[in-house]
């Protein structure tokens, strides 16, 4: 699933619909867009299902988020929860983390400690993504794949300076910088590491 469409780039760009000369270069734009934003957050947007291993804690912060489900949540090591199926199944989708409600907190001496101090793994299995982009983040996407199509046209990517009879033009290099507009945006979907 792409972040946005190629219509509504065409849109933003006055370009259209029927207008398709610059329709393969615009799809590869805002595939290359895509893969940059999602990069840059850390994350993945579309609706998918991933397996991942976790040390075994209170919550368990996945890395793809919103969570939609969780498939599976299998714990390895011994004293685990079910002992049939090593299965936890007491827990609750929180956003972007999974509580595990068999493990409570207690307070001992101003430290928190799990009351199962016993370290071990999970694997959980789980769907997460976004069934319909945030409209903030597609306005952000379509803004940065019209930069980069307007670059494109402007014939002086990688030009530094340009002479002109006796007047020459300096180019200032900003090719790694992001509008703070748009990166103001990005950093609110952006992963935060714990």
């Known amino acids: 699933m792409a972040l946005v469409a190629l219509s509504d780039v065409k849109s933003y760009l006055g370009i259209s619909i029927i207008d398709t000369t610059d329709d393969n270069f615009l799809n590869l734009l805002i595939s290359g867009v895509q893969e940059m934003v999602e990069n840059y957050c850390e994350r993945h947007f579309e609706v998918n299902t991933y397996t991942e291993q976790h040390i075994i804690n209170h919550k368990i912060f996945t890395r793809e988020y919103p969570i939609k489900s969780v498939d599976k949540i299998t714990r390895f090591g011994t004293g685990v929860i079910n002992l049939d199926t090593n299965e936890v199944t007491n827990y609750k ?97 952006k992963k935060v590491s714990l």
């Open 93 to 189: 989708i929180v956003n972007s983390y999974i509580d595990l409600l068999d493990y409570q907190y207690l307070t001992m001496s101003n430290r928190l400690n799990y009351l199962n101090s016993e370290e071990s793994y999970v694997e959980i299995t789980y769907t997460a993504g976004y069934d319909t982009v945030p409209f903030d983040l597609q306005l952000a996407v379509i803004k940065l794949v019209v930069l980069e199509y307007k670059k494109s046209r402007e014939d002086r990517l990688g030009v530094e300076s340009e002479r002109e009879g006796a007047v020459q033009r300096v180019y200032e290099k900003k090719d790694s910088e992001m509008p703070l507009e748009i990166e103001k945006v990005l950093i609110r979907y």
